[in-house]
């Protein structure tokens, strides 16, 4: 239980597009997800939680237009880097915690996003 | 807000012998404390977490210790194996584990046969 996917595992694109990432809770439902950002060799550091239904709350410092966050339903969101440029290039990893009756402590993670912008 | 502070940030031991990682939590509120192992590459994954109700829990090898009033908590790993080896990252979090998780900055743990 507990399975979170993310879509895709990789993505290389060039300088200007957008790119957009999703996570899926599989096996349960999630009313609440986070994103993270991860350098290499460096700890998680979250960028956004997204409630279902509602407007995500971004960390400080993390540009609310530039990283648009939607959480439509209870077991999907995405984010979409707008406009990506090479410093954006990162490990970009969703966790979803369990928001169900049997509730389990815990953030679960996916299995990361590999972004690299040339 | 929160902050953790994560000991040592390397830690490298022989096979078979005992791993101890230490956190420090600045927020007297925090009172659910997980503990995350990342495979290079991997996403991170949950290996063991404890309430502030409990001083201390332990599953097979591996066990986790929480001092409320010193504010810290630490894992430990006995009868280390190669396969331990990876990045351990510890989190704090409010609200029975329902806010935000605050992480350390890991510990790279090398466990050579």
């Known amino acids: 239980g507990a399975v979170v996917s993310q879509h895709p595992s990789w993505v290389i694109c060039k300088s200007g597009t957008s790119v957009k990432i999703e996570c899926r809770s599989l096996d349960f439902q999630a009313t609440t997800m986070f994103w993270y950002r991860q350098f290499p060799k460096q700890s998680l550091m979250l960028m956004a939680t997204s409630n279902e239904g509602s407007k995500a709350t971004y960390e400080q410092g993390v540009e609310k237009d530039k990283f648009l966050i939607n959480h439509a339903s209870l077991t999907l969101s995405t984010l979409t880097v707008t406009s990506a440029h090479p410093e954006d290039s990162s490990f970009y990893i969703c966790?979803?915690?369990?928001?169900?009756?049997?509730?389990?402590?815990?953030?679960?993670f996916g299995p990361g996003t590999r972004l690299t912008v040339l | 807000g929160e902050n953790v502070e994560q000991h040592p940030s390397t830690l490298s031991v022989q096979e078979g012998d005992s791993a101890v990682i230490k956190c420090t939590y600045s927020d007297s509120a925090s009172n659910y404390f997980p503990w995350y192992k990342q495979e290079l590459g991997k996403r991170p994954q949950l290996i063991i977490d404890?309430?502030?109700?409990?001083g201390e829990k332990k599953d097979q090898r591996i066990a986790v210790t929480l001092n409320k009033t010193a504010k810290h908590f630490s894992l430990h790993i006995t009868e280390t194996q190669p396969e331990d080896s990876a990045v351990y990252f510890c989190?704090?979090?409010?609200?029975?584990?329902?806010?935000?998780?605050?992480f350390g900055k890991g510990t790279m743990l090398l466990v050579s046969p």
């Open positions: 989190a704090a979090s409010g609200n029975s584990g329902y806010s935000t998780l605050t």
């Open positions: 404890i309430r502030s109700n409990v």
């Open positions: 966790s979803a915690r369990d928001g169900g009756f049997g509730i389990k402590l815990g953030q679960f």
